[in-house]
């Protein structure tokens, strides 16, 4: 004889999957916003502080230390909210997702938010470094190493691998019809920029977290407007 409990139980497990995607679009929204104003935020913070000669400018460890920490300590939320992002991209995809293409967007996704997490931890490392044997640390070029080391890895590889996640998913999209042919259109152009611009102007960064910001807007949008009709069309 079954009880209340496992009736309860069977209900839950029989209900359809559906009920649970109905808020992906409106979570990958949220994510993607808060990911774009967290990333844009700490890297305007980072360009505003380092000089742009900041090979033989040195300084910018002791005036510029406390808007650096702000801009790291913006990194660890920013990287959680984009990997919310990338879940609820690939759920909305669900079982049209191409397995090559969608392991490109996975792979490149995860790259990224590893790359911008190993330069932030340099940054942090040579703020610290800095802060406790100035001196030292200049002379041992310690201080270029790291400098170098963050350079390279945010401006050619982090970025670089953002462009790769673009084309990944703008690919997806044309292929699943996930998303309206003009946004996957102009997400290819602002891969291309990415990927041959960077080296021009280090300010093309923010072209990432402004493209995701629209991405998410859309989205949002996009699900308010089915919310919408859904409620006034109830049959």
Do not use: C
């Not at 496992?6 to 994510?31: E, F, N, Q």
């Not at 990333?39 to 090979?55: C, F, I």
Request: aromatic content about 12%.
């Amino acid at each position: 004889m079954l009880t209340r409990g496992m009736l309860h139980s069977m209900s839950a497990v029989a209900r359809p999957l559906g009920d649970g995607r109905l808020r992906t679009p409106r979570s990958a929204a949220v994510a993607g916003i808060l990911f774009a104003l967290l990333y844009g935020a700490g890297q305007l913070l980072v360009r505003v502080s380092v000089p742009s000669d900041a090979s033989t400018d040195h300084n910018w460890l002791r005036s510029g230390r406390s808007t650096i920490e702000v801009a790291l300590a913006l990194v660890p939320f920013a990287g959680i909210a984009f990997l919310w992002f990338i879940g609820v991209v690939r759920d909305r995809i669900g079982d049209h997702e191409d397995k090559f293409f969608g392991t490109v967007f996975l792979g490149s996704g995860l790259l990224f938010l590893a790359m911008t997490f190993a330069a932030a931890a340099i940054v942090g490392g040579m703020v610290a470094a800095y802060h406790a044997y100035p001196d030292t640390m200049v002379d041992s070029g310690l201080y270029s190493f790291s400098r170098d080391t963050m350079y390279r890895i945010t401006n050619i590889y982090s970025i670089r691998m953002a462009s790769v996640f673009m084309i990944s998913l703008g690919t997806i999209w044309l292929r699943t019809r996930t998303m309206p042919r003009p946004l996957a259109i102009v997400t290819y152009v602002f891969a291309l920029v990415l990927m041959v611009s960077v080296s021009f102007s280090l300010w093309i960064v923010l072209v990432f977290p402004v493209w995701v910001l629209v991405i998410s807007v859309f989205i949002l949008a996009a699900s308010l407007r089915r919310e919408e009709t859904a409620q006034a069309d109830p049959g």
